[in-house]
T-cell receptor, first 111, second 111 residues
Framework: DQQVKQNSPSLSVQEGRISILNCDYT??????FLWYKKYPAEGPTFLIS?????DKNEDGRFTVFLNKSAKHLSLHIVPSQPGDSAVYFC??????????FGDGTTLTVKP | DGGITQSPKYLFRKEGQNVTLSCEQN?????MYWYRQDPGQGLRLIYY???????QKGDIAEGYSVSREKKESFPLTVTSAQKNPTAFYLC??????????FGQGTRLTVV
């Protein structure tokens, strides 16, 4: 039973436009949700997170939205840049527990 | 600089041999994790440790072993019992309920 799902394996957007990456989860007890960015042959790096008590968190071009009733979160990147091309992983965790990762979405930003 | 270091970056192993992957962190983090990533797939948890001298199996622990004798170190041994060991291995550490810090990964190839 996969508790965190990223249903879109890939996404392609034009430079300057908005990228929206989606993530669904099943466990209503998760306390934190995180997004990581990963380049090939490197380890993931933390991008942005949101607590379950909030519905939005913004950091520069990156905004994460949380819809608890739908058990859905999304990452918005505006404006998208070619350097944003990477694999994006959604993760969820309890405050005192291990993270559960989705399978990732490969974002390609075309110049 | 504080960080998490994996070595080696590339590793080749003959079938039937055990091999140990190194993971060291100087972030003073209590929790450490090992993940495996296969092409086109997400991060699957092998083992994790939330405190020195204690560790738990993750989702795919068969054929692997770990130790946590020091807070800074969490080596992973890929044994000959692991049927399909060729993969990209990632180590991570966490200091609290938020983001994880990942190493650069070790690509293991069985020849």
């Amino acid at each position: 039973d996969q508790q965190v799902k990223q249903n879109s394996p890939s996404l392609s957007v034009q430079e300057g436009r908005i990228s929206i990456l989606n993530c669904d989860y099943t466990n209503s007890m998760f306390d934190y949700f995180l997004w990581y960015k990963k380049y090939p042959a490197e380890g993931p790096t933390f991008l942005i997170s949101i607590s379950s008590i909030k519905d939005k968190n913004e950091d520069g071009r990156f905004t994460v939205f949380l819809n608890k009733s739908a058990k859905h979160l999304s990452l918005h990147i505006v404006p998208s840049q070619p350097g944003d091309s990477a694999v994006y992983f959604c993760a969820a965790r309890r405050a005192a527990g291990k993270s559960t990762f989705g399978d990732g979405t490969t974002l390609t930003v075309k110049p | 600089d504080g960080g998490i270091t994996q070595s080696p970056k590339y590793l080749f192993r003959k079938e039937g041999q055990n091999v140990t992957l190194s993971c060291e962190q100087n972030l003073n983090h209590d929790a450490m994790y090992w993940y495996r990533q296969d092409p086109g797939q997400g991060l699957r948890l092998i083992y994790y440790s939330q405190i020195v001298n204690d560790f738990q199996k993750g989702d795919i622990a068969e054929g692997y072993s770990v130790s946590r004798e020091k807070k800074e170190s969490f080596p992973l041994t890929v044994t000959s019992a692991q049927k399909n060991p060729t993969a990209f291995y990632l180590c991570a550490s966490e200091g609290g309920p938020t983001e994880a810090f990942f190493g650069q990964g070790t690509r293991l190839t069985v020849v």
